[in-house]
């Protein structure tokens, strides 16, 4: 399912897949994001992070009465869970309402582990 409307130049068709990368590339930058996960981590044989091509495993876009969004993040070890959630849905609205200029009305996180990073 895409995102379809019309401008008085023509058709836009903005399909699930650009809504997912655009949503990982602005979850990513976020401080305490060690990066995306699958959903079915133990099914897709994926345990580790997902690349840009992959998001679509960690990310799903659903069209009901409005645009949702939600996404299976890792984050990294030491960090407060409930602000690093709120960091990304933050700047995941913020920047996919500014980008494709739609409404987003929600995005909800879902936190599939926490990495330890080794720091020399």
Excluded: C, P, W
């Excluded at 992959?54 to 409930?82: A, C």
Aim: charged share 25%; no cysteine; proline share 0%.
């Amino acid at each position: 399912m895409a995102l379809e409307y019309e401008t008085n130049l023509g058709k836009v068709d903005i399909t699930n897949e650009v809504i997912a990368a655009i949503a990982g590339g602005a979850a990513e930058e976020n401080f305490g994001i060690v990066g995306m996960a699958s959903r079915h981590q133990i099914r897709d044989g994926l345990t580790d992070i997902l690349r840009r091509e992959n998001y679509t495993k960690g990310i799903i876009v659903r069209q009901e009465e409005g645009l949702h969004i939600d996404m299976y993040i890792i984050v990294s070890f030491g960090t407060k869970i409930s602000e690093v959630a709120h960091t990304v849905q933050e700047r995941v609205k913020y920047t996919l309402e500014k980008t494709l200029g739609i409404h987003v009305e929600s995005v909800n996180i879902y936190v599939q582990g926490v990495r330890v990073t080794k720091e020399l």
